[in-house]
């Protein structure tokens, strides 16, 4: 595999999960890079410098899609241009996000791992892949373990990543996303980071909701579950009539910040008019298209 060493630092692109843990070991503070889209920003913008830095883009079972029976699993090296047909065929909203993910040029670097692995309270996939049950796959001296998504973020920048490990891969169920439902809230259509991103899914039994995840971005610390929401939802028909109380425990389940994408005010009335909008969708109401430029999706290839 190709390894550089020279006065700045050591750069190591190891080609398989072996070469991978072997480096890794080598050098414990290795900063890890996938698409680079982030880290790239940190030395242009911030003059980090890394005296090791391991790339997982040639990390061949890092590259895989695969699809069995009741799961989709992603590598987590895969970038979101590579992902996005299985993504938006599990659940069209999907691909709608993943079309308003930054531009082609970044979706066609970024990666799966590293839009999760930088732990962003504003990442775009952390609250639609909560939503969606997800679970990772991590990997280490130890072996490998599997966790829900949900418990990855543990608070600001405090991932559940013990030393030597790495993502290796997200799965996702491939059933039951029938009422998945998620909007991004940013300025821009196109290359702009959310200030609120709302992710909504619920199972239903004769009519009554059995089990729901609504998750939020852009509203805490880490993308996570808001809870008490959920809890109203449960065993309730989904409708409009709802909204009084599923929005007052929303506003119980987070206390967003002001920041320049959006005052804390803006964020509480946006992901209230998310819930209304989902809850009025799911009472068969018509809600208008927010953004009929995504929809339906394009190859993010083109
Ligand atoms: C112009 C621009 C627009 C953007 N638009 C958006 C947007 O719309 N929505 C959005 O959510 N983000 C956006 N981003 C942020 C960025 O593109 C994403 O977070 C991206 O998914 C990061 O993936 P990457 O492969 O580039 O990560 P990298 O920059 O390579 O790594 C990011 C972090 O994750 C770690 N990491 C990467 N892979 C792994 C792994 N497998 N295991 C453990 N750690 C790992 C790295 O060590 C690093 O800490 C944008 C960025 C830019 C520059």
Redesign the pocket.
């Known amino acids: 595999y190709l390894c550089a060493h020279g006065a700045a630092g050591t750069f190591a692109a190891p080609t398989n999960t072996r070469e991978l843990r072997q480096l890794i070991e080598l050098h414990p503070q290795a ?11 940190w030395i242009s913008k911030r003059h980090q410098r890394f005296a090791a830095v391991i790339h ?1 883009g040639s990390v061949s079972e890092l590259q895989r899609i695969e699809h069995s029976e009741d799961t989709l699993e992603i590598g ?2 895969v970038t979101l241009a590579d992902a996005f047909a299985a993504l938006a065929a599990l659940a069209p909203d999907l691909g709608v996000l993943l079309r308003r ?3 082609p040029q ?1 979706r066609g ?3 799966i ?3 999760i ?2 732990g ?1 309270p ?4 952390a609250p639609a892949l909560i939503a969606l049950g997800a679970r990772l796959r991590l990997a280490g001296p130890d072996g490998e373990r599997e966790i829900a998504l949900e418990d990855f973020f543990i608070d600001y920048g405090h991932q559940d ?1 013990l030393p030597g490990e ?2 290796a891969a997200l799965s996702i169920p491939a059933d039951g996303h029938q009422h998945f439902r998620c909007w991004k809230i940013s300025k821009r259509f196109d ?3 959310s200030a609120v991103c709302g992710a909504f899914n619920v199972q239903l039994a004769h009519g009554k909701v059995h089990e729901a995840r609504i998750v939020f971005g852009g509203m805490a610390a880490i993308s996570r579950r808001a809870t008490r929401c959920e809890a109203v939802l449960k065993g309730a028909t989904p409708g409009p009539a709802l909204l009084p109380r599923a929005a007052d425990a929303l506003a119980e389940d987070y206390a967003p910040i002001s920041d320049l994408r959006a005052s804390a005010a803006y964020r509480r009335q946006a992901a209230r008019g998310l819930l209304e909008r989902y809850l009025s969708a799911m009472a068969g109401q018509p809600v208008p298209v927010l953004y009929p430029a995504a929809t339906p999706p394009v190859n993010t290839h083109a």
């Open positions: 900063r890890l890079v996938a698409g680079a889209t982030d880290v790239g920003l997982l987590a090296a993910f930054g531009s970044v670097q970024a990666s791992g590293g839009n692995a930088n962003s504003i990442s775009d996939l990543l790495y993502v290359q702009d980071i």
